[in-house]
């Protein structure tokens, strides 16, 4: 009795213990701290989608503590109000991606940072020309583009087609695609930026080589397009490719006009190396060359775009983070090349070479290495994306017959407040 007694006193007096201990028992915290956030708007073309991954895996390595926030928008649709409404609305992202156009769009606002040495000496210095504002550089352009004819080798080989030098050669040869009943030009007008693509491409060559200032001048009254028998040449040539195409390129996308083209449904596409990348997929034998729209008088040059570039908000407050960050990416040759893959285009880092568009390569070095290449960014430049949007859209209603070419000419005389932002 005495010995249960002794164990019931010990349990009593121990039982408090373990209760005490128990309430007091907390679990080690954590110890990890949060993530600092780095916004992105990717104002995408149409080779773009998928790069994120690629970016991001990168970022992560080199930046564990950092989580990237994507936002991904169309840049043709898009990307240019997107950036109007962060603009007026001040919540600009601490990373941009656009295209090196938009650094003349947006350099203005303020919100645009220049890069010194440190990045500029990372990038081929052509690609360097469009994003200069009073000799500091706004953007970092990471690959380009190029515009111009896409042909289908096998149908001018059939038919003893020559490579057109002259507006007179390539009318020539769209005769003989008719006669023998084939489709001379692949287009995709439902999509209203084609319209306003190609018809930049014409005035490239027609009118802002030569005159780099036109749209200044524009802008100051002293030039209009209903008078200048240059552009209206150039909505001609537009014309000039809807009554070549298909009946029903009114209602034909990208895609599926991709897909004619690639089954040998026309002879020539006047579109950019953007189409390579699709084109490879859908059938990667097909033998296609490239060469710029002739001119009149011969002696067009191909056009290269700038594509996508890196900007930088100067009043974010992870500004040297960001920095950092676009500095991490474009020194790493091995990125810029499985990038450059990717999306079938240029890379504008040097020293960089990939597989990219050896689809049309044997061309695109024979123009290189013959001094015709030509920065479309030159018109880009001089006349906003938005502008050129709305007036392809009055384009559609001409080619439509819902309005005459008059109408289209004085539509883009009396809004030339928006050619520039």
Same mark, same amino acid.
């Given at each position: 009795?005495r010995?249960f007694?002794?164990c019931?006193?010990?349990?009593?007096l121990?039982l408090?213990v373990?209760?005490?201990?128990?309430?007091q028992?907390s679990?080690?915290q954590?110890t990890a701290?949060?993530?600092?956030?780095?916004?992105?708007?990717?104002?995408?073309s149409?080779?773009?989608?998928?790069?994120?991954?690629?970016?991001?895996?990168?970022i992560?390595?080199?930046?564990p503590?950092?989580r =990237?926030e994507?936002?991904?928008?169309? !840049? %043709? &649709?898009? $990307?240019?109000?997107?950036m109007q409404?962060?603009?007026? #609305?001040g919540?600009v992202?601490?990373?941009i991606i656009?295209?090196?156009?938009?650094?003349?769009?947006?350099?203005?606002?303020?919100?645009?940072?220049s890069?010194d040495?440190?990045?500029?000496?990372?990038?081929?210095q052509e690609g360097?020309?469009?994003v200069?504002?009073?000799?500091?550089?706004?953007?970092?352009?990471?690959?380009?583009?190029?515009?111009?004819?896409?042909?289908?080798?096998?149908?001018?080989?059939?038919?003893?087609?020559?490579?057109?030098e002259t507006?007179?050669?390539l009318?020539?040869?769209v005769?003989k695609?008719?006669?023998?009943?084939?489709t001379p030009?692949?287009?995709?007008f439902?999509?209203?930026?084609?319209?306003a693509n190609i018809n930049?491409q014409f005035?490239?060559n027609? =009118?802002?080589?030569?005159n780099?200032n !036109? %749209? &200044?001048e $524009?802008?100051?009254g002293?030039?209009?397009?209903?008078? #200048?028998d240059?552009f209206i040449?150039?909505?001609?040539?537009?014309?000039f490719i809807f009554?070549?195409?298909w009946?029903?390129?009114?209602l034909v996308?990208?895609?599926d006009?991709?897909?004619?083209?690639?089954?040998?449904e026309?002879?020539?596409?006047?579109?950019?190396?953007?189409?390579?990348?699709t084109?490879?997929?859908?059938?990667?034998d097909m033998?296609?060359?490239i060469?710029p729209?002739p001119?009149?008088?011969?002696?067009?040059?191909l056009?290269?775009?700038?594509?996508?570039?890196?900007?930088?908000?100067?009043?974010?407050?992870?500004?040297?983070?960001?920095?950092q960050?676009?500095?991490?990416?474009i020194s790493?040759?091995?990125?810029?090349a499985?990038v450059s893959?990717?999306?079938?285009?240029?890379?504008?880092?040097?020293?960089?070479?990939? &597989?990219?568009l050896?689809?049309?390569?044997?061309?695109l070095?024979?123009?290189l290495l013959?001094?015709?290449l030509?920065d479309?960014?030159?018109?880009n430049n001089?006349l906003a994306w938005?502008?050129?949007d709305?007036?392809a859209?009055?384009i559609?209603?001409?080619?439509d017959?819902?309005?005459d070419?008059a109408?289209?000419?004085?539509?883009?005389?009396?809004?030339?407040?928006f050619?520039?932002?």
């Open positions: 009795m010995k007694a002794k019931l006193l010990a349990a009593v121990v408090p373990l209760l005490a201990s128990c309430v028992y679990p080690p954590s701290t949060a993530k600092t956030v780095i916004t992105i708007l990717h104002g995408y149409t080779t773009d989608l998928g790069i994120e991954d690629m970016i991001s895996e990168k992560i390595s080199e930046f503590d950092v =990237i994507w936002e991904n928008v169309s !840049w %043709g &649709d898009f $990307f240019s109000n997107e409404a962060r603009l007026a #609305s919540e992202p601490d990373i656009g295209k090196a156009q938009d650094v003349s769009s947006f350099q203005s606002s303020g919100y645009l940072s890069f040495e440190s990045f500029t000496e990372q990038i081929r360097l020309v469009s200069r504002v009073d000799g500091d550089v706004y953007g970092i352009p990471y690959d380009m583009l190029y515009q111009g004819v896409i042909y289908n080798m096998d149908i001018f080989d059939e038919h003893d087609l020559q490579v057109p507006k007179q050669d009318e020539a040869v005769d695609l008719n006669a023998a009943g084939i030009f692949a287009s995709h439902l999509d209203n930026w084609y319209a930049m005035a490239v027609r =009118i802002f080589a030569s780099p !036109w %749209g &200044d $524009f802008r100051r002293e030039r209009n397009f209903s008078n #200048s240059d040449s150039c909505f001609e040539d537009v014309q009554e070549n195409s009946l029903d390129s009114m996308a990208q895609r006009c991709l897909r004619r083209f690639s089954n040998g026309a002879a020539m596409f006047v579109t950019g190396t953007w189409s390579v990348q084109l490879q997929l859908m059938q990667p033998a296609v060359g060469f729209y001119e009149r008088n011969g002696g067009a040059k056009l290269f775009e700038p594509n996508i570039t890196f900007m930088s908000n100067a009043r974010s407050h992870n500004k040297g983070l960001a920095d960050i676009i500095l991490t990416i790493d040759k091995e990125l810029a499985s893959s990717f999306t079938q285009t240029e890379s504008m880092i040097k020293d960089v070479y990939s &597989d990219s050896s689809m049309v390569r044997e061309d070095d024979k123009y013959g001094n015709r030509l479309v960014s030159l018109g001089q938005i502008f050129q709305m007036c859209r009055q559609g209603y001409w080619l017959g819902r309005v070419l109408s289209v000419l004085d539509f883009a005389d009396t809004n030339r407040s050619s520039k932002w």
